[in-house]
């Protein structure tokens, strides 16, 4: 097998990009780089800042958007987007609110977390090399954390609102739908874009998240009202019933 995603264990965009894969039942293999370090083979390689990036065979794509396209160009089977030009606008519309909607879920989460020890344990455990110096490599990051995606108290409450604005859109399109799928009949890019870009507030099983347990008040509140609405508990049947994860988030 020539094909490895590269990642960050706890990032909801590679979590995206591995559901994917796993969707279209792709062998690959999970390789970790690390947070800052792995600006040199984004850019290099696909011209991109960020992971999650795909390597398949001579092909590198940089983006979970256009890894979803690639895949289904290249892998017919098991198609992420329906071939039906008006249902695949449509998976493609509500991917584009999911993937917008991502940045505000990180930054507002991180807001409200990454003082937990639980959170640089996920961040850094699966780095062999760095685990030893965790002690001294958690501050750094969490300094680089909040500097990078504007951890302030001013954007987080700005992201809170744009999060459940997006939350309550999203969910009147699911109901619209029949509350199973977003779009048609079947599991779609747009179910696994939605679900695992917001999987992080529930802490969901099978998850990175799933040890951050620790939660202020305001994420409590927030994590009970998700879970009391059709848009939590949609996430946790989506999970438990369609992801089949292959517990390979840690990455190597
Ligand atoms: N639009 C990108 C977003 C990916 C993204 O934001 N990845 C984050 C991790 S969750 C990242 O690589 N951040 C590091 C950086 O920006 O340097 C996608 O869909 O793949």
């Known amino acids: 097998m020539n094909r490895t995603l590269y990642q960050f264990p706890l990032s909801h965009y590679c979590e995206k990009a591995r559901w994917m894969l796993d969707f279209k039942d792709l062998d690959y293999s999970v390789k970790n780089l690390f947070p800052a370090a792995h ?21 590198w794509i ?22 039906d030009p008006v249902l695949r606008s449509q998976v493609v519309r509500i991917e584009n609110i999911a993937d917008k909607a991502g940045v505000h879920v990180r930054r507002w989460i991180y807001g409200e977390i990454l003082d937990n ?33 504007q951890v302030t108290p001013e954007k987080t409450a700005i992201s809170l609102e744009k999060m459940l604005e997006a939350v309550h859109l999203l969910e009147q399109m699911l109901q619209n739908n029949g509350g199973r799928y977003f779009v048609g009949n079947n599991l779609s890019l747009a179910d696994i874009s939605v679900a ?57």
């Open 117 to 149: 020890p639980e959170v640089m344990d996920v961040m850094l455990n699966d780095y062999a090399y760095a685990k030893p110096f965790k002690k001294y490599l958690a501050p750094l990051m969490r300094k680089g954390i909040m500097q990078l995606y």
């Open 196 to 252: 695992s870009l917001f999987a992080p507030i529930l802490s969901v099983p099978d998850t990175p998240w799933e040890s951050i347990q620790t939660r202020t008040e305001l994420l409590q509140k927030v994590y009970d009202d998700l879970l009391e609405r059709p848009f939590g508990q949609w996430i946790m049947r989506v999970y438990a019933e369609e992801r089949h994860a292959k517990g390979n988030w840690h990455g190597d």
């Open 39 to 59: 600006r040199l083979m984004t850019k290099l390689r696909a011209n991109s800042d960020t992971v999650p990036l795909l390597n398949d065979g001579k092909e």
């Open 62 to 83: 940089g983006d979970s958007t256009e890894i979803a396209f690639y895949l289904d160009a290249k892998y017919l089977l098991r198609p992420l987007l329906p071939s």
